[in-house]
C-alpha cells in the first residue's frame, strides 16, 4: 500500500530545542510504522526531512528558506498555538505525477499551505485533515479558529475526513454539510473514542486507557492507522478502533518515539477484542 501525504513538515518549539511535527510525520511515522511505503510532499528543513527519511519515509522537499514554526501549549484537551514563522503554500503545480499514482492520498495542511485545488485532481482514494484550513494567526502568531472558507472546492471530492471535534469551533455550522458529503467522516474525542458517520449512520467507538504524556500528534496518528485499515478492507468500526488503540500508545511517550508499531496494536486488540 502506498500512502502519499501533503503538508508542511514543521518545526515545534519544545523546552530542548524543536522538534518535528505537522500532520505529515505522525501520520507518515504511523503509517510507515503499520507496514505502508509513504511519499510525503512538503516544504522543510533539511535536518528535519532527514528524520522522516530514517524511518524509510520518500519526502519530496520543495524549496524553502522558512521553515513553518509552532509553540504549542496544552492545558487538558485545550491546545493554544503560536505561529513563529510559515513557508510557502504547496500548489497544484507543484505536485509531481507519482503523489497522484499513490493508493491514498492525504491532504494534511497545518497552516492553510495546501492548494484546494488538489483536490479535484486526485485519480485514487482521497482524504482529508482540515485543520490547517480553519486557522488563522494574527500579527503576533496567535492561532485561532475560523470557518473553512475552501470547504467547497475540497469535500465533494473526499472518501475520508478525519478531525477533531475541537478543530470545528470556528464554525460548528458546516458539521452537516461534512456528514452529507463525505461518504466516512471520523470525529476525533481524545480519552473518549471517536465518532464514526459512515453513510450518514452515527456511531460512537471506544478507545484504549493511556497514560498520557504528550498528546501531540496523536490525532494524526489515529488518521494515518484508520485509512490503512480502511484500505485493507476493515470496516469502519474495526479500522476506528485499531486507530484509536494506536493513537492511545502513541500519547505514551514525547513525540514520534511511541508510534506503535503493527504488532504492539494487534497485540494489544488481541487481548482486548473491541465490544
Not at 522538534?19 to 504511523?30: K, N, R
Not at 492548494?115 to 485514487?124: M, V
Not at 481524545?190 to 459512515?198: D, E, F, M, N
Not at 505514551?252 to 473491541?274: C, D, F, N, W
Amino acid at each position: 500500500m502506498h500512502l502519499a501525504i501533503i503538508g508542511h513538515l514543521t518545526r515545534d518549539v519544545t523546552v530542548n530545542g524543536y522538534a518535528i511535527g505537522g500532520a505529515v510525520s505522525y501520520s507518515g511515522v504511523a503509517a510507515r510504522r503499520l507496514g505502508a511505503e509513504v511519499t510525503v510532499l512538503t516544504r522543510a528543513h533539511p535536518h528535519d526531512v532527514s528524520i522522516l527519511e530514517r524511518e524509510g519515509i520518500q519526502v519530496i522537499n520543495l524549496p524553502t528558506d522558512v521553515y513553518t514554526t509552532f509553540v504549542n501549549v496544552y492545558h487538558k484537551e485545550v491546545r493554544t498555538q503560536q505561529l513563529l514563522s510559515v513557508a510557502g503554500p504547496i500548489l497544484a503545480k507543484h505536485v509531481p505525477p507519482e503523489i497522484y499514482d499513490a493508493d491514498l492520498l492525504l491532504l494534511a495542511p497545518v497552516a492553510q499551505e495546501v492548494d484546494p485545488a488538489i483536490a479535484a485532481l486526485a485519480r485514487n482514494y482521497l482524504a482529508a485533515t482540515p485543520q490547517g484550513w480553519m486557522r488563522e494567526w494574527d500579527d503576533k502568531g496567535v492561532v485561532s479558529a475560523v470557518p473553512w472558507h475552501c470547504s467547497g472546492r475540497v469535500l465533494p471530492y473526499l472518501d475520508s475526513i478525519i478531525f477533531s471535534h475541537l478543530d470545528l469551533i470556528g464554525d460548528l455550522s458546516i458539521l452537516p454539510t461534512i456528514i452529507d458529503t463525505v461518504p466516512l467522516v471520523a470525529i476525533t474525542k481524545a480519552a473518549r473514542g471517536c465518532v464514526l458517520y459512515h453513510q450518514k449512520r452515527r456511531c460512537q467507538v471506544h478507545t484504549r486507557p493511556a497514560r498520557e504524556v504528550d498528546a501531540t500528534g496523536a490525532g494524526d496518528t489515529f488518521t494515518a492507522a484508520f485509512l490503512m485499515e480502511i484500505m485493507r478492507g476493515k470496516s469502519p468500526l474495526e479500522a476506528a478502533y485499531f486507530a484509536n488503540v494506536t493513537a492511545s500508545l502513541s500519547i505514551e511517550s514525547v513525540g514520534l518515539k511511541a508510534i506503535p508499531t503493527r504488532s504492539q496494536v494487534e497485540s494489544y486488540i488481541q487481548a482486548h477484542p473491541a465490544p
